[in-house]
Each structure stands twice: as C-alpha cells, then as structure tokens.
C-alpha cells in the first residue's frame, strides 16, 4: 500500500508519523511473502521429461476434442494448426491414393501450389516414419523423378502451378504412381 501525499501525516521533526511506518512495515512485510512465493516456485521446478510427460497427458486430453480427434496421440503443433485451419474452411483435404491402396489425407492451405502439395506429403510420411520407427533417409529429390501426381488423368508437372487451377478441390483425390520409362 502506498499512501498519496494528502494521506501522509508529516510529524513535528520532519520524520515519519505512525501511520507512514505502519505502510513502511506493510511494504516490506509483502515483499518479503513476494521473495518467499518466488523461492517456492524455485524449489517445484520439475525436470525436463516429467515436464514433457505432463505435456503429452494434456495433449492427448486435447485430441479427443471432437474437433481434433482425428489426428494421432503424439499430435504436432503443425497438425493441430492444420486441422483448425480445416474446420475453418481456410484448408483442404486432398486424398492422395498410393499404389498399393493407401489413401494419405494430406491438408494444405485453400491457394495452395503442386510444390505445397509435395512438401506437405513429404512432411506427412516424415512424421508416419518417425511414429512408426521406418526408413530414416528419403532421397525426396529422387521420389519426384521417380513418381508425380496425376488429378483425373491430368499430370500435375508444374510446381507453380496452383491446385484449384488443376480443378482439385476438398476431399479430391490426386494418384501418386510411378512415371512410365522412356526408352
């Protein structure tokens, strides 16, 4: 508590009255609670992998959110921002279809380009790998001359090239497969 000038009460030798040492004895009583609470929080730092376990335990409360239940337990910052920003209308899915069946949903922004699409697929089998403990190098660099995109027989060759403008749209699928030799 600190008193204005018109609450203080100056005594006769220019001191301080008995009201202002009371405050005096107050302010120094709560910055001494203050040191003390600051000391306590000292004494419960926890280490770092309870920290993280605490973290994840709140994490995985917050996937089963209806909203974010569809994304894995061990969930990124960049999936949960991804999946808002579906519920939001601000992104789409594009089903990408692998040979062998597996659809991956892959999420990129509504303008996004071919290239988004493709580092979006990347970062989505990084993570698949990392969860699931497979390949550790992918030589990405060799997959697109290997592989492309192909939307209702169209291929989808130039990066630039925005996927609304191919005509891919929320839920459409895109086949990833293998380029044909040329001989």
Known sequence: MFMT???????????????EEDVEKENVTEMAALD??????????????EILDIFEEGLAQLVQDPLLCDLP????????????ALEYGQA??????????????????????????????????????????????????????????IFQGEKLDDDKMRLKDYGIRNRDEVTFMKRLRKK
Do not use: C
């Not at 000038?5 to 009201?19: A, D, F, R, Y």
């Not at 003390?36 to 992998?49: A, I, S, V």
């Not at 493709?118 to 697109?144: D, H, N, P, T």
């Open 5 to 19: 000038e018109e609450q203080s009460e100056e005594t006769p030798g220019g001191g301080l009255s008995v009201k």
């Open 36 to 49: 003390e609470e600051e000391e306590e929080e000292d004494e419960e730092t926890l280490p770092h992998p």
């Open 73 to 84: 337990i061990q969930v990124t910052l960049e999936e949960v921002n991804s999946q808002i």
């Open 92 to 149: 789409m899915t594009v089903r990408v279809v692998k040979a062998d069946g597996e659809i991956m949903p892959i999420v990129v922004v509504q303008n996004a380009t071919v290239l988004d699409l493709k580092k979006a697929i990347r970062r989505f089998m990084e993570l698949k790998q990392q969860r699931e403990g497979g390949v550790k190098q992918v030589s990405w660099r060799y997959v697109w001359r290997t592989f492309l995109l």
